[in-house]
């Protein structure tokens, strides 16, 4: 019999339960146009003819929204993987800010109101040290809207030649600053800069001192930096860019800046990330003075960088929350995540998943240096892919011939999904 008289008619694979869901996704036609696809394939004979709707499924996937993936890399805040995922209050915010709200609008007064109220509100009542406070849409997008304000028209920002970073895929403060029309003032060398090299710099032209937390590397040896206490009394305002998104002070990371203690020793603009370690969407967070602020706010680059209205309602409800997925993976217990490790190795009953310990870290430019103490568990590295194309996708991190599922960054509500992949895979 010619097997092309075995390839199901449109109809049939229309009818199949499994691409109901793609359907309501991506509407008839386009997934019609996918089994056309697979048809073809199958009397070319590249795929089996009940391999059709897998084969359009696999067509569809390229076009669908992004992937829902368990972290098991290890790294809390993971940029590839959308840096911090959003707590459930969050979600649900998003979810009923995404059709008409009052993003603009007094309910009460029907007039126009201020955008992002809420969200600004919150923030302001998170650090009280703040005159006022801005939003846009990420870190860079702050700095560059400080220098645009403050320092357009060739005027100086004063930085010590240890904090030109790079903020990662190959974009660097330097450049980013420059665009705005500012001019770059490098004091001090790579691993030592002094208050005297700040203050012998500053002039007539100086626009700011900016201080730059190193969160994505570290400098060892011979080093010296300058606080933001000692940047204080140089006769011009001091921006800080603490980065990471701590508000407050966290013990578990004693060396990470928080904008909190930024603003208390002196600065008077501090920047900060809404997607690291404060757990919500990506943001670029403005604190300082009243003036300061409204003079940011005023500038014509603050309407292009403006955040939407989605990213608001899940600002607003990650202020609120009492933790955060990152707050919860970052206090979690080293023992808790070894009993979990356990009792995962334990369900899937693999001899070659092992319990090992191991360390995770931050992520993301936060707390460069910090080891987590973790559990994982351990499997043969051949089997990295299986997972990474899985449902859901599992990322891990492959060590020493080890695909290492580190638990840290997994919330235990997943753990049955982490297992059932286990279980799926094949010798």
């Given at each position: ?86 707590a459930e209050a969050a979600i649900e915010a998003v979810a009923a ?19 992002g109220r809420s969200a600004l509100a919150a923030l302001a009542a ?98 010296g930096s300058v606080g933001v206490a000692r940047l204080r009394g ?194």
């Amino acid at each position: 019999m010619d097997h092309r008289r075995l390839v199901p008619r449109t109809d049939v694979v229309l009818g199949d339960p499994r691409l109901a869901a793609a359907c309501a996704a991506f509407g008839r036609a386009q997934v019609k146009a996918a089994v056309a696809k697979a048809q073809r394939r199958a009397r070319a004979g590249e795929i089996e003819p009940e391999g059709v709707v897998a084969a359009t499924l696999e067509a569809l996937r390229p076009a669908a929204p992004m992937r829902p993936v368990i972290n098991a890399t290890g790294v809390l805040l993971h940029t590839n993987l959308g840096r911090a995922p959003l707590a459930e209050a969050a979600i649900e915010a998003v979810a009923a800010a995404a059709g008409a709200a009052d993003v603009e609008f007094d309910l009460t007064t029907g007039e126009r109101a201020r955008r992002g109220r809420s969200a600004l509100a919150a923030l302001a009542a998170a650090v009280p040290e703040a005159g006022d406070v801005h939003v846009v849409n990420n870190n860079a997008a702050a700095l560059a809207l400080a220098a645009a304000a403050l320092a357009s028209g060739g005027r100086e920002i004063v930085v010590s030649r240890g904090e030109l970073v790079e903020i990662g895929d190959g974009f660097r403060i330097p450049e980013l600053l420059e665009s705005t029309g500012a001019r770059l003032r490098e004091v001090g060398a790579t691993n030592r800069t002094t208050r005297d090299d700040y203050a012998s710099a500053v002039g007539p032209d100086t626009a700011f001192v900016l201080k730059v937390h190193q969160s994505n590397f570290r400098i060892e040896g011979f080093t010296g930096s300058v606080g933001v206490a000692r940047l204080r009394g140089l006769g011009v305002p001091v921006v800080a860019d603490v980065g990471s998104g701590l508000l407050a002070p966290e013990p578990l990371l004693p060396g990470e800046p928080s904008v909190r203690q930024a603003l208390r020793e002196g600065a008077d603009l501090v920047t900060a990330s809404g997607d690291k370690l404060l757990g919500g969407p990506q943001a670029g967070l403005l604190f300082g003075g009243a003036e300061l602020i409204g003079a940011l706010r005023r500038h014509p680059l603050a309407r292009a960088l403006r955040v939407d209205k989605l990213t608001l309602a899940a600002l607003t409800a990650t202020l609120h929350a009492p933790e955060t997925p990152v707050g919860r993976a970052l206090r979690v217990s080293a023992g808790a995540l070894e009993e979990r490790a356990r009792m995962i190795a334990g369900r899937v009953a693999r001899a070659d998943a092992v319990v090992e310990p191991v360390s995770a870290t931050v992520g993301a430019g936060g707390a460069p240096g910090v080891r987590l103490p973790s559990a994982a568990v351990s499997l043969p590295a051949r089997f990295a892919a299986a997972l990474r194309t899985g449902d859901p996708p599992v990322v891990g991190r492959v060590e020493d011939g080890r695909l290492l599922l580190d638990l840290r960054a997994v919330p235990p509500s997943r753990d049955g999904e982490l297992c059932k992949a286990i279980g799926a895979l094949g010798e």
